[in-house]
């Protein structure tokens, strides 16, 4: 969701409304919030609150990009942060990357949240990221190209059965 949709005070409601009427627990709800504008008053702070008492998961996206800076971080209700695939492509060769990487780790540890890193898709910066002291998820062309549900499912299960034999 765009930080504008969260101008909306009936947001909240109206998603709970239809991942009830779905039989969705709300706790599997990840809204993702992109980062193509800022967060920048009380409407939407309280709009993102409203959504994490609801109990779903706000993951704050492709951060390194937009508009949130480290020091609006402390006030925001997120849940995971999602670290753009421009600080992550070639890290394992890219020096710098690797010290804004490991700084913003440390930031998110503080934070206690959870995090993603976007955009791996070459197997030195999928080893990196392995290595790396802190748990993370990862994403990337390298574990799969975006599917359509029936697809991921297929993959899914045959992942599944090559992982576990």
């Not at 609150?49 to 971080?73: P, V």
């Not at 062309?141 to 599917?147: F, G, L, N, R």
Request: hydrophobic fraction near 45%.
């Amino acid at each position: 969701i765009s930080p504008i949709d969260l101008n909306d005070a009936k947001l909240p409601e109206m998603l709970l409304g239809k991942i009830k009427h779905h039989g969705v627990d709300s706790s599997k709800l990840v809204l993702e919030v992109t980062e193509s504008c800022a967060i920048d008053n009380a409407l939407q702070l309280e709009t993102l609150n409203r959504l994490r008492i609801k109990g779903m998961i706000i993951a704050l996206d492709d951060f390194g990009t937009g508009y949130t800076n480290i020091h609006q971080l402390k006030n925001l209700p997120v849940n995971k942060i999602k670290i753009d695939r421009s600080l992550i492509f070639n890290i394992a060769e890219d020096r710098l990357a690797q010290v804004i990487v490991h700084s913003l780790l440390d930031i998110f540890e503080e934070l206690d949240v959870n995090v993603i890193a976007e955009g791996i898709e070459q197997p030195a910066d999928l080893d990196y990221m392995n290595n790396l002291p802190i748990p993370l998820l990862l994403q990337g062309y390298i574990v799969s190209k975006p599917k359509a549900i029936g697809e991921i499912c297929r993959w899914h299960h045959s992942w599944k059965k090559t992982v576990l034999a």
